[in-house]
C-alpha cells in the first residue's frame, strides 16, 4: 500500500528565512501530487499540484514555490518566509476519481 | 470558480443524538464528491465517496452522505453518534480535473 512521509514534522523559523518541506511516496507509480495548507476556519488551501516531474501548477500566488524532482518526491520552499507562512502543510497523493490522500502534515511556525 | 461551503463551523452534540453535516458546492457539472475526517491528533482521512451510482452512499464507522444534484448538496449523517466520532468533518469536490476543493470544514463534539 502507498505512504505518504513528510518531514520535518515541526519546524519554527525566523522571518526572512528559507524553507524547505519534502514529501515522499511510496508503493506507487506516476502519482498526482499536493501541497495543502490547512488554517483554522478556512479548511484545506490548495496551494501546488503536480502530475509528474518537473510539472507544476500553482493555485495561489504566494511567497512560496514548488518542485517535483523526482517522481516521488515533492518539495515545498520559500526563500523568505513571512509571518503569514505559518500553517500546517500536508502533502498528499491523487488517485483514481482524484481521491486524495494525506500524509501526517507539517507544522510550521514563523517567528 | 468552483467552491464548496459547510453551513455550521462547530457543532456539539450529545451522544445517540443524530447527526447531519450540510455541504453544498457550486458546479453545474459532474462532480465527485467527498467527506474526509480529521480525530484529535490524527491526519485527515477518507470517511466516504461519491463518484456516480447510488446517490446514498456509505462509509466507515456507520456514516452515510447522500447527493441530491439538484440541490448541489452532499451531506453527511450519522443516526446515532459515539463520543469517538469528535473530530472536525471536511466535504471536498473535485470536478473532473486534477483540483480538488475543500470546505472550511466542521467540528463537532460529542458529549459523554
Known amino acids: 500500500s502507498q505512504t505518504i512521509h513528510q518531514w520535518p514534522a515541526t519546524l519554527v523559523q525566523p522571518v526572512g528565512s528559507p524553507l524547505s518541506l519534502e514529501c515522499t511516496v511510496e508503493?506507487?507509480?506516476?502519482?498526482?501530487l499536493y501541497w495543502y495548507r490547512q488554517a483554522a476556519g478556512r479548511g484545506l488551501q490548495l496551494l501546488f499540484y503536480?502530475?509528474?516531474?518537473?510539472?507544476i501548477s500553482s493555485e495561489v500566488p504566494q511567497n512560496l514555490s514548488a518542485s517535483r524532482p523526482q517522481d516521488r518526491q515533492f518539495i515545498l520552499s520559500s526563500k523568505k518566509l513571512l509571518l503569514s507562512d505559518s500553517g500546517f502543510y500536508l502533502c498528499?497523493?491523487?488517485?483514481?476519481?482524484?481521491?486524495?490522500?494525506f500524509g501526517e502534515g507539517s507544522w510550521l511556525t514563523v517567528v | 470558480a468552483q467552491s464548496v461551503s459547510q453551513h455550521n463551523h462547530h457543532v456539539i452534540l450529545s451522544e445517540a443524538a443524530s447527526l447531519e453535516l450540510g455541504c453544498n458546492y457550486s458546479?453545474?457539472?459532474?462532480?465527485?464528491l467527498f467527506w474526509y475526517v480529521q480525530y484529535p491528533g490524527q491526519h485527515l482521512q477518507l470517511l466516504l465517496k461519491?463518484?456516480?451510482?447510488?446517490?446514498l452512499v456509505k462509509g466507515i464507522k456507520g456514516f452515510e452522505a447522500e447527493f441530491i444534484k439538484s440541490k448541489f448538496s452532499f451531506n453527511l449523517r450519522k443516526p446515532s453518534v459515539q463520543w469517538s466520532d469528535t473530530a472536525e468533518y471536511f466535504c471536498?469536490?473535485?470536478?473532473?480535473?486534477?483540483?480538488?476543493?475543500f470546505g472550511a470544514g466542521t467540528r463537532l463534539f460529542v458529549k459523554a
Open positions: 503536480s502530475v509528474g516531474i518537473g510539472q
Open positions: 498528499a497523493i491523487g488517485h483514481s476519481g482524484n481521491t486524495i490522500y
Open positions: 471536498a469536490v473535485n470536478t473532473g480535473g486534477f483540483k480538488t476543493i
Open positions: 461519491y463518484f456516480s451510482g447510488d446517490p
Open positions: 508503493g506507487t507509480s506516476n502519482p498526482n
Open positions: 458546479y453545474g457539472g459532474t462532480v465527485n
